[in-house]
């Protein structure tokens, strides 16, 4: 069965910190994997990921994929309060889903 | 329209009672996902459709839980005889093209059974 595992689980830091959220995966046939960050309600898109070594940058934001070592991670950089959220990765493989992972939930205390 | 609507936005129900949930998948949007998200922890697949086909519903609950997407109608997810483990907000998600691209994601409808 697919699997996907993000960690830490939690993470509570202070505005200004860099943080890194993790993402690995025990999915066949991987296609793609795409990061959310989910506040109130729906979850909003941040990036999508389908080629080994190839940084996608959003602001603050960016990430990174590793296939031959199945993980991906999400770098924050000078965090701030509007960034407590959770991450979500999701995993695309050649099925017809995509598998979530349980997601990190980051807080940026002020 | 240029975002997935879900509706109703609140369900309260009691338990053995019917549930009906409704989703405007983006206009040009081929592929429609239903999941389910209990208390804010993993979202859960359900199903999935291409336009008004079933494409995975692997996910899917057999005995009380259907689904629908009908030509030139919102999609539906309906649960007969709810149960208190039911609750949950029901996000429906589409994807333009391929099943592997981006997911854009409605609001969620929020399912409380009592």
């Known amino acids: 069965e697919d699997k996907v595992v993000q960690s830490p689980l939690s993470l509570v830091v202070h505005e200004g910190d860099t943080v890194t959220?993790?993402?690995?995966?025990?999915?066949?046939?991987?296609?793609?994997?795409?990061?959310?960050?989910?506040?109130?309600?729906?979850?909003?898109?941040?990036?999508?990921?389908?080629?080994?070594?190839i940084e996608k940058k959003s602001g603050r934001l960016s990430s990174i994929l590793d296939k031959k070592e199945l993980f991906s991670i999400l770098n924050i950089t000078a965090t701030q309060t509007g960034d407590s959220a959770i991450y979500l990765c999701a995993w695309g493989n050649y099925g017809q889903n995509f598998v979530?992972?349980?997601?990190?939930?980051?807080?940026?205390?002020p | 329209g240029e975002e997935?609507?879900?509706?109703?936005?609140?369900?309260?129900?009691?338990?053995?009672?019917k549930a009906k949930l409704y989703c405007a998948p983006i206009k040009g949007h081929s592929y429609v996902f239903w999941y389910q998200q209990v208390l804010k922890n993993e979202f859960k697949f359900l199903i999935s459709f291409q336009n008004e086909n079933v494409f995975d519903e692997t996910g899917m609950p057999k005995e009380r839980f259907s689904a629908k997407c009908l030509p030139n109608s919102p999609c539906s997810l309906e649960i007969q005889a709810t149960k208190l483990e039911d609750s949950a907000v029901y996000?429906?998600?589409?994807?333009?093209?391929?099943?592997?691209?981006?997911?854009?994601?409605?609001e969620g409808s929020r399912l409380t059974v009592l």
């Open chain 1, 21 to 53: 959220l993790n993402c690995s995966y025990e999915v066949t046939n991987f296609r793609s994997l795409l990061w959310y960050k989910q506040e109130k309600k729906a979850p909003t898109f941040l990036f999508m990921l389908t080629s080994s070594g």
């Open chain 1, 100 to 109: 979530f992972g349980p997601g990190t939930r980051l807080s940026v205390l």
């Open chain 2, 4 to 17: 997935v609507a879900q509706t109703p936005k609140h369900l309260v129900r009691g338990e053995g009672q």
């Open chain 2, 91 to 106: 996000f429906c998600a589409s994807s333009q093209q391929s099943h592997t691209g981006e997911l854009f994601f409605g």
